[in-house]
T-cell receptor, first 114, second 116 residues
Framework: AQSVTQPDIHITVSEGASLELRCNYS??????LFWYVQSPGQGLQLLLKYFSGDTLVQGIKGFEAEFKRSQSSFNLRKPSVHWSDAAEYFCAVGAPNSGYALNFGKGTSLLVTP | GAVVSQHPSRVICKSGTSVKIECRSL??????MFWYRQFPKQSLMLMAT?????????EQGVEKDKFLINHASLTLSTLTVTSAHPEDSSFYIC????????????FGPGTRLTVL
């Protein structure tokens, strides 16, 4: 079955520290991969996406993600976290055979401490 | 570009009434629109996929007679929650897929439904 796993429900980091949010997927072929951020009561904002090509993808707000086919992972990273990065982060996967509808992970809640 | 709007942003209704939520693609034609549902502190779950001019495809466990979806034009899809009950209270988010950028969706800001 197709699935998306975000192993960490909550993560706390200090402001200025580096961040890595994990995402693993189980799909029949290489899917399309996305990371979204959601602030409380708000909609989704796309941080970055991977369709093909260079496996290191740069996004907005200083985020990047690396696609690793051998590990079925698409982890999100940021070298230095800002207090404004505190939010809910969702990894999502889409595929042609599902009409590109997205399957979301359960999300990781990021808390940033001073 | 690629802006999707939803209306209303918040709605409170009494149990037993019906509520209609609109999803519009403002600057592109959306051949496919998706409706997601998000319970508090949970992830987004796909409810249904709608293609312009045809019946929506509902995910398993989603009652099609309760959640009526109409995608009558290339820029508008509506979700009607019929005979709403408190357990239907949720955050409903639509997304639209352009006929030009087929592998990416653009999300609306969401509608918060509260059923009393």
């Amino acid at each position: 079955a197709q699935s998306v796993t975000q192993p960490d429900i909550h993560i706390t980091v200090s402001e200025g520290a580096s961040l890595e949010l994990r995402c693993n997927y189980s799909y029949g072929a290489t899917p399309y991969l996305f990371w979204y951020v959601q602030s409380p009561g708000q909609g989704l904002q796309l941080l970055l996406k991977y369709f093909s090509g260079d496996t290191l993808v740069q996004g907005i707000k200083g985020f990047e993600a690396e696609f690793k086919r051998s590990q079925s992972s698409f982890n999100l990273r940021k070298p230095s976290v800002h207090w404004s990065d505190a939010a809910e982060y969702f990894c999502a996967v889409g595929a042609p055979n599902s009409g590109y509808a997205l399957n979301f992970g359960k999300g990781t809640s990021l808390l940033v401490t001073p | 570009g690629a802006v999707v709007s939803q209306h209303p942003s918040r709605v409170i209704c009494k149990s037993g009434t019906s509520v209609k939520i609109e999803c519009r693609s403002l600057d592109f034609q959306a051949t496919t629109m998706f409706w997601y549902r998000q319970f508090p502190k949970q992830s987004l779950m796909l409810m249904a996929t709608s293609n312009e001019g045809s019946k929506a495809t509902y995910e398993q466990g989603v009652e099609k007679d309760k959640f009526l979806i109409n995608h009558a034009s290339l820029t508008l899809s509506t979700l009607t929650v019929t005979s709403a009950h408190p357990e239907d209270s949720s955050f409903y988010i639509c997304s639209a897929r352009s006929d030009r950028v087929y592998n990416e969706q653009f999300f609306g800001p969401g509608t918060r439904l509260t059923v009393l």
